[in-house]
């Protein structure tokens, strides 16, 4: 059974740093293209980055170039999102998912249950 499951998420003043995991189970890392995405209150799910190790690549969207960072763990099958300088706008539920890569949610077939991300003074 394909499992996905989110942790890392919390409170941190704006500045702050967090790092999300994602671990994996059922599947390879390699296999797949795991992405993250993020829903803010209010707000359609958003793609913030994805990973798709076959070819190497890597995608940020504009609003977190620069400040988030993604990478892997082959040897335990997590993908991670280190979060640096935290703006109020990145509160959001953010979730990690697995597919094809991109930005459309529809490629991705296996989701987790989100972690809460919530940046405040």
């Known amino acids: 059974e394909v499992q996905l499951v989110e942790s890392g998420g919390g409170l941190v003043q704006p500045g702050g740093s967090l790092r999300l995991s994602c671990a994996l189970s059922?599947?390879?890392?390699?296999?797949?293209?795991i992405a993250w995405f993020r829903r803010a209150p209010g707000k359609e799910r958003e793609g913030v980055s994805f990973i798709r190790p076959i070819d190497d690549t890597i995608v940020y969207a504009e609003s977190v170039k620069g400040r988030f960072t993604i990478s892997t763990n082959s040897a335990m099958n997590t993908v991670y999102l280190q979060m640096n300088n935290l703006k109020p706008e990145d509160t959001a539920v953010y979730y990690c998912?697995?597919?094809?890569?991109?930005?459309?949610?529809?490629?991705?077939?296996?989701w987790g249950q989100g972690t809460q991300v919530t940046v405040s003074s």
């Open positions: 998912a697995a597919g094809i890569g991109g930005w459309v949610e529809a490629w991705y077939a296996h």
């Open positions: 059922g599947f390879t890392l390699g296999d797949r293209a």
